[in-house]
């Protein structure tokens, strides 16, 4: 699995934190495409019906960022993967009257240039409005800061905690983070989610992202109900 190779634009994701608190399934490379994508959007514009969010990236801009052997296929087949993505909205981030469950398509449409390398990427109507600054709370994700992460729960975390950066801690229930990492219905037992996906993801954060992390169990007796994460950049880890 190849890593993000660290180039001289700093482009930064910025989503509404509805997209940061949804469910779903996504590969690393799909993951690289989708903030590739965001970071390429300027989200305190929003266009008109006839100026839909869209990106484009060639197979250059690939290696230049990811360090790809084989970058027109891995950009192609993560295109063409996302196109049948969906995410599922967390009830708690919107409205009391709103259904009991939302469901969304990331991409309207993906057009694949195969003699130039190059795919075009439209975003739905849906997740447009939550990337153009229209509903209250954003965070911005450095794609630079997660350029070695080779793990999406890892990737997943980052953002998860990046929402708390002002105060460099964050709790979850565990039905919440459960969620957020695409793992209701798998890793069963918290231990076995912890040994999966929440150890894995804070040892990629502490030794290949500008974040350190620690976490600690929130419990109801005997039994974990929730975790809670200290946070801080890696130059200030030293105040643990």
Same mark, same amino acid.
């Given at each position: 699995?190849?890593?993000?190779?660290?180039? @001289?634009?700093?482009?930064?994701?910025?989503?509404?934190?509805?997209?940061? @608190?949804?469910?779903?399934?996504?590969?690393?490379?799909?993951? !690289?495409?989708?903030? &590739?994508?965001? $970071?390429?959007?300027?989200? $305190?514009?929003?266009?008109?019906?006839?100026?839909?969010?869209?990106?484009?990236?060639?197979? =250059?801009?690939?290696?230049?960022?990811?360090?790809?052997?084989?970058?027109?296929?891995?950009?192609?087949?993560?295109?063409?993967?996302?196109?049948?993505?969906?995410?599922?909205?967390?009830?708690?981030?919107?409205?009391?009257?709103?259904?009991?469950?939302?469901?969304?398509?990331?991409? @309207?449409?993906?057009?694949?240039?195969?003699?130039?390398?190059?795919?075009?990427?439209?975003?739905? !109507?849906?997740?447009?409005? !939550?990337?153009?600054?229209?509903?209250?709370?954003?965070?911005?994700?450095?794609?630079?800061?997660?350029?070695?992460?080779?793990?999406?729960?890892?990737?997943?975390?980052?953002?998860?905690?990046?929402?708390?950066?002002?105060?460099?801690?964050?709790?979850?229930?565990?039905?919440?983070?459960?969620?957020?990492?695409?793992?209701?219905?798998?890793?069963?037992?918290?231990?076995?989610?912890?040994?999966?996906?929440?150890?894995?993801?804070?040892?990629?954060?502490? @030794?290949?992202?500008?974040? &350190?992390?620690?976490?600690?169990?929130? =419990?109801?007796?005997?039994?974990?109900?929730?975790?809670?994460?200290?946070? !801080?950049?890696?130059?200030? =880890?030293?105040?643990?």
């Amino acid at each position: 699995m190849t890593e993000l190779v660290k180039t @001289e634009s700093n482009l930064k994701a910025t989503q509404d934190n509805q997209l940061i @608190e949804a469910c779903y399934t996504m590969t690393l490379n799909e993951k !690289r495409l989708l903030l &590739f994508g965001i $970071s390429k959007i300027n989200p $305190s514009t929003f266009p008109d019906v006839n100026k839909p969010f869209k990106f484009e990236m060639t197979a =250059k801009e690939w290696t230049e960022h990811f360090g790809d052997d084989n970058p027109w296929r891995s950009l192609k087949r993560a295109g063409k993967k996302l196109m049948g993505r969906t995410l599922t909205l967390h009830s708690k981030t919107t409205d009391s009257n709103a259904p009991d469950e939302t469901m969304l398509n990331w991409f @309207e449409e993906a057009k694949f240039h195969n003699n130039k390398g190059r795919v075009v990427i439209t975003f739905t !109507r849906s997740v447009q409005v !939550r990337l153009a600054g229209m509903l209250e709370q954003f965070t911005t994700i450095d794609l630079l800061a997660v350029s070695r992460l080779t793990s999406t729960h890892a990737v997943r975390l980052y953002e998860l905690l990046s929402q708390f950066k002002s105060t460099g801690y964050r709790v979850m229930a565990l039905d919440d983070f459960r969620f957020a990492m695409d793992v209701v219905n798998t890793n069963k037992g918290t231990k076995e989610l912890k040994r999966a996906v929440l150890n894995p993801a804070i040892k990629q954060l502490n @030794e290949k992202s500008d974040l &350190f992390c620690i976490v600690q169990d929130i =419990k109801e007796g005997r039994t974990i109900t929730g975790f809670k994460f200290v946070f !801080r950049t890696q130059e200030q =880890k030293q105040l643990f």
